[in-house]
């Protein structure tokens, strides 16, 4: 059967047929006009709904309201603001450690050179062409868009690396680095961020999923990035997530953790400070179910809070 379109004030009979409050119709016919049923209410209308075992699975908690979904709607842009800042700072700390390390061994201008990679594993080989075939495309397109760029190809006739890694997406940085010779891996992972270069790649991978989601305005909060995992860490152990659990590993409280690894610690208390106050902020605005209910939701265990404190 097809879906019957149902305009905004059968929309608000719906929800109150199926035992959900609504406070203030007026503001909530307001609230749909400009942010669409389907985001708001399908979206994030999972923590209020009864349990199956509860009786019928579409109905509402009784005392949840409307008010509530919006709010956890607005938590959950909050925290896609919150994290985006952060990913996007580590990006650009990873595209600066990545240049800096590879223009000081090989110059300004020899990313494009095939012996300056990976290359004595074989099975490297398209992939290092394909990368190289990817700088050019950057720089073609970049050519008369990017001052810089536009710049330092009509006065130099070429652009040094650490200005071309400002344009590259995350994912082709993280494919730069990916292609590097492992020597020069294992110093970038150590130095600028005291990790292992497979967990390094790791947490690239994660933050870069996230970031997609965050860039495009897509439910975050009980989202989990299917593809990539983080390996059991000294955080997870000091919250006493098992190693076998997937809590912390590939959830939101994931890409907490990889942010806290990853960031120096004036932007990890900034991050954290951040995120208290969104979900005190929604704890404040919910009372049907505990704030602890999205706290499991996210993976994030109930003292998450004490994050702030830890300095490994």
Not at 180 to 199: G, L, N
Not at 222 to 241: D, M, P, Q, R
């Amino acid at each position: 059967m097809k879906k019957v379109f149902s305009n905004v004030g059968e929309q608000i009979n719906i929800l109150k047929s199926k035992n959900l409050t609504i406070k203030d119709e007026q503001k909530a016919v307001e609230t749909l006009v400009r942010s669409n049923y389907y985001v708001v209410i399908n979206g994030y209308r999972t923590p209020f709904l009864l349990d199956r075992k509860a009786g019928d699975k579409s109905k509402y908690i009784t005392g949840s309201a409307f008010e509530e979904i919006y709010s956890l709607y607005m938590f959950d842009r909050s925290i896609r603001i919150i994290f985006l800042k952060y990913i996007l700072i580590m990006e650009q700390n990873l595209k600066s450690a990545i240049s800096y390390e590879f223009s000081k061994i090989y110059g300004s201008e020899n990313y494009l050179r095939y012996s300056n990679f990976a290359c004595e594993d074989e099975k490297n080989t398209k992939e290092i062409f394909f990368l190289i075939g990817s700088l050019h495309n950057a720089l073609s397109k970049a050519i008369g868009k990017n001052e810089y760029i536009t710049y330092n190809i009509e006065k130099y006739n070429n652009v040094p690396f650490w200005i071309l890694a400002n344009i590259l997406t995350f994912g082709g940085i993280i494919n730069f680095y990916k292609l590097m010779k492992d020597e020069e891996k294992q110093y970038i992972a150590r130095k600028y961020f005291r990790v292992k270069v497979h967990e390094l790649e790791t947490y690239m991978e994660l933050l870069n999923a996230y970031r997609n989601i965050c860039a495009h305005d897509e439910r975050l909060y009980n989202v989990k990035a299917a593809k990539f995992s983080i390996a059991h860490n000294e955080y997870h152990t000091y919250f006493g997530i098992n190693d076998t659990s997937e809590n912390g590993k590939k959830d939101v409280f994931a890409l907490c953790i990889t942010l806290c690894m990853l960031l120096s610690r004036e932007d990890k208390m900034k991050m954290i400070n951040e995120l208290i106050m969104a979900f005190d902020d929604l704890d404040e605005n919910i009372d049907s179910i505990p704030i602890t209910k999205i706290y499991n939701m996210m993976g994030f265990p109930h003292n998450w809070k004490e994050i702030k404190d830890i300095n490994f």
